[in-house]
């Protein structure tokens, strides 16, 4: 929209940062504390965005927290990791800037802002040991215990993740993992939730939620969606024009705008051409529409991509009446990476590590170019009467009934199949071959329980091979399996090594920012770890919102 006339703005600010994920909440951190008047705007009705679902990771080698605990890193091996993350998509200029900013970003957070953090022990990079630069612990940062009556108004009106109990990473670990679920200190995670003790991204956001909305006065309008960018009659960014009760709300924006409003999840559409999948649903809040790409697009801001074959897709499924504002809630199967279950396809064959969402993900989008499908969409979980015994799905724990309309159950591997339109022989075939390698812990096809990463997630240390177990006990089940995503997306803005947003011209927009999901991943590019989604948000929110307050 362009600015004519002398029109009267609703709200007055320096810098408006849209969207109250970590990017934004950063960003109106660091440009608050550079002396200008900060404003967030959220379309939701509580703040906190994906990363209040996340697991509050933020992957930052060589970290002050490591050096305290005595752990060996060097920059050198981090960056030689990035790397093979990235392989070669990267845009060597923008991950020079995350990695030689992100210690001063974090590090701000700490000082600054209150953020207590502490490295993880026990959790190895993805790809260790075989990753050149890997490290087997002590890379991931977590946040340790917050308590939300530190909120005041704003307790309320904080995301609270449905994904996650609130347990510390050392709790998890603790008490065995995912396979020991039964196991778990129930009494102590009612306390927290009694107490509103939170944990993991519910502790993120608390933390940045009391610093900027609590500790600096930092004014957020929620159930207010921007709808369009106001720019002057060069071009620059000026201010925004969102929705407020049903009327327009013109809120100006004199040094810059930071858009953080997330991917596009939730625009299944869209999502399903971007992420090259026929299929698509998502596990993050229902507000990530893709609100950036439009906005900024009608201004002329350019769109970049990454391949999307090895970013953060999922294998998923919903439990009936399961919801979250009115919009089914679907959740990410790390069921399959348990002993007595497996992935299959419609031809009842095995197709990846199931232990390993990198190996499931570009595998779910392979082609068939004789057939012209994609044979590993849907995908099936697999699993017996051992797996019922001793493992969860999702909230249902052990023995629980599961409802009709999400499992099959049938007394052959050949039933099942008939029940779930999977070739019964098929399915039949693949146990055969699967089950006498199982039981001596091997899997000569995959290599299900190589990485110590997924062994530690949802790995049962009482079998060979902590990933492997056979499925051979009756009854035999089945879920069928979608495609979710976790908020990481191929597509995002153009942006340069001050956070600006680029234009499809190549020059970067004037007043016009994006961090977070909305910032097109060329700063890692063609991979993704555990923590990097965080780290960059947290790093180019800080990068962005300091520019911004510093433009006269």
């Known amino acids: 929209m362009k600015w004519f006339g002398r029109r009267r703005w609703d709200v007055d600010a320096d810098v408006v940062c849209i969207g109250s994920g970590l990017g934004s909440i950063v960003a109106a951190i660091a440009a608050h504390d550079k002396g200008s008047r900060v404003v967030v705007l959220e379309k939701a009705s509580k703040l906190g965005g994906v ?16 050096r305290a605990a005595g752990i060996e890193d060097n920059e050198e091996d981090a960056r030689r990791y990035f790397d093979f993350i990235a392989c070669g998509f990267q845009e060597p200029e923008l991950l020079d800037r995350l990695l030689s900013t992100r210690a001063e970003a974090i590090e701000y957070l700490s000082d600054r802002a209150g953020v207590k953090f502490h490295c993880v022990h026990g959790l190895s990079d993805y790809y260790y040991p075989d990753a050149p630069g890997a490290r087997n612990t002590g890379r991931y940062l977590s946040l340790d215990l917050f308590d939300a009556s530190q909120l005041g108004e704003w307790q309320e009106k904080t995301l609270i993740s449905p994904h996650a109990a609130r347990f510390l990473h050392e709790d998890i670990y603790r008490f065995g993992g995912l396979a020991n679920v039964t196991k778990w200190d129930y009494e102590l995670l009612g306390k927290r939730v009694e107490d509103d003790i939170r944990t993991l991204g519910g502790a993120l956001m608390g933390y940045l939620v009391k610093a900027a909305m609590v500790d600096r006065g930092i004014p957020a309008h929620l159930g207010t969606p921007a ?152 995908a099936f979980l697999i699993f017996d009467a051992q797996y019922r015994e001793r493992y969860p799905i999702g909230p249902l724990m052990p023995g629980q009934d599961l409802p009709e309309a999400l499992a099959e159950r049938a007394d052959t591997p050949a039933e099942l199949a008939v029940k779930l339109g999977i070739d019964p022989a098929g399915l039949e075939k693949t146990l055969e071959h699967f089950n006498p390698n199982a039981e001596k812990g091997l899997d000569p096809d995959f290599d299900r329980g190589h990485y110590p990463w997924s062994v530690r997630l949802v790995g049962d240390d009482r079998y060979p091979n902590p990933s492997l177990a056979p499925v051979s006990r009756s009854p035999f089940y089945g879920i069928e399996l979608v495609p979710v995503g976790v908020g990481i997306n191929s597509h995002g803005l153009r942006f340069d090594t001050e956070g600006r947003v680029v234009h499809v011209r190549g020059h970067a927009i004037p007043g016009l920012y994006a961090a977070g999901n909305s910032a097109a991943l060329l700063d890692l590019g063609g991979g993704y770890q555990s923590g990097t989604s965080n780290l960059r948000a947290i790093t180019w929110g800080y990068i962005a919102g300091q520019h911004a307050a510093s433009r006269a």
């Open 51 to 66: 990363s209040g679902w996340s697991n509050g990771e933020i992957y930052h080698p060589c970290s002050r927290e490591m």
């Open 227 to 378: 709808q369009e960018l106001i720019t002057d009659d060069d071009g620059a960014v000026i201010g925004v024009r969102a929705v407020c009760d049903g009327k327009d709300l013109r809120v100006r924006a004199r040094k810059g705008v930071v858009l953080a409003t997330g991917g596009y999840d939730h625009n299944e559409e869209l999502a399903k051409r971007y992420e090259n999948t026929r299929a698509w649903k998502s596990t993050c809040p229902p507000y990530v529409h893709g609100d950036h790409l439009v906005m900024a697009g009608e201004i002329g801001a350019a769109v970049a991509n990454v391949p999307p074959t090895n970013l953060a897709m999922f294998l998923g499924y919903q439990i009936p009446g399961e919801e979250f504002d009115d919009q089914p809630l679907y959740r990410t199967c790390w069921e399959a990476g348990c002993p007595h279950a497996i992935a299959v396809n419609r031809a009842g064959e095995r197709f990846c590590d199931e232990s390993f969402y990198k190996d499931i993900q570009p595998r779910q989008r392979q082609w068939d170019g004789h057939t012209q499908t994609q044979p590993n969409t849907p």
